[in-house]
């Protein structure tokens, strides 16, 4: 059974502000996605919630997308994770970030599950078994690289960058078309 979504401490874990706010402005599908990508980031299951975070961090960069790539490292600084791997996530480098057999194996299906999906095969998973990782946390991966995946097309198709202004601060908008017509302002 999935951990309740109010007993996650979801604050600051790789969802920067500009992209909540914006998949919050889809009443019908944001809250939906919401509680997914609470359940798949921040409930460990076979994988911990640091290894989400390296998942989903080099998922970002594999997909070139530096705005989530620096808030999962960002994230990951907040729970004490060694600053020079975080900040080769930053610097588009995420096999720096991959000390151990098992962390090497995450980072390498990562990558090209998110850079190279239709090329993926049987052998590209032994690793990850041959580190310990079980069937569902096979899946985990997955999961993860998915919920990444579909970020990056958000903070990317809406032009979210790191250095953006909050919603409160900022001068220009785009505007969003909500499902009855009426023109949204994003503030992006």
């Known amino acids: 059974m999935p951990a309740p979504v109010s007993s996650i401490d979801t604050s600051d874990f790789g969802m920067p502000a500009r992209l909540a706010e914006l998949m919050g402005l889809h009443r019908r599908i944001g809250p939906w996605f919401g509680a997914l990508y609470t359940q798949v980031m921040l409930v460990p299951g076979s994988l911990s919630r640091q290894e989400h975070a390296k998942i989903a961090a080099v998922?970002?960069?594999?997909?070139?997308c530096t705005y989530l790539a620096e808030s999962q490292a960002k994230w990951l600084r907040l729970e004490g994770v060694d600053p020079e791997p975080v900040?080769?996530?930053?610097?588009?480098?995420?096999?720096?970030?991959?000390?151990?057999?098992?962390?090497?194996?995450?980072?390498?299906?990562?990558?090209?599950?998110?850079?190279?999906?239709?090329?993926?095969?049987?052998?590209?998973?032994?690793?990850?078994?041959?580190?310990?990782?079980?069937?569902?946390?096979?899946?985990?991966?997955?999961?993860?690289?998915?919920?990444?995946?579909?970020?990056?097309?958000?903070?990317?198709?809406?032009?979210?960058?790191?250095?953006?202004?909050?919603?409160?601060?900022?001068?220009?908008?785009?505007?969003?078309?909500?499902?009855?017509?009426?023109?949204?302002?994003?503030?992006?």
């Not at 998922?59 to 070139?64: C, I, L, R, V």
């Open 59 to 64: 998922s970002a960069t594999a997909q070139d």
């Open 87 to 188: 900040t080769a996530i930053g610097q588009q480098r995420p096999e720096a970030t991959c000390a151990s057999a098992r962390a090497q194996a995450l980072c390498q299906i990562a990558a090209k599950l998110s850079s190279t999906p239709t090329r993926m095969g049987p052998d590209d998973w032994q690793p990850l078994i041959h580190a310990g990782v079980d069937p569902l946390g096979l899946l985990e991966v997955a999961y993860v690289v998915g919920v990444s995946n579909y970020m990056t097309r958000l903070a990317d198709g809406f032009g979210l960058s790191s250095g953006q202004p909050s919603k409160a601060s900022a001068s220009a908008s785009a505007p969003i078309m909500s499902q009855t017509g009426k023109c949204l302002s994003a503030g992006f």
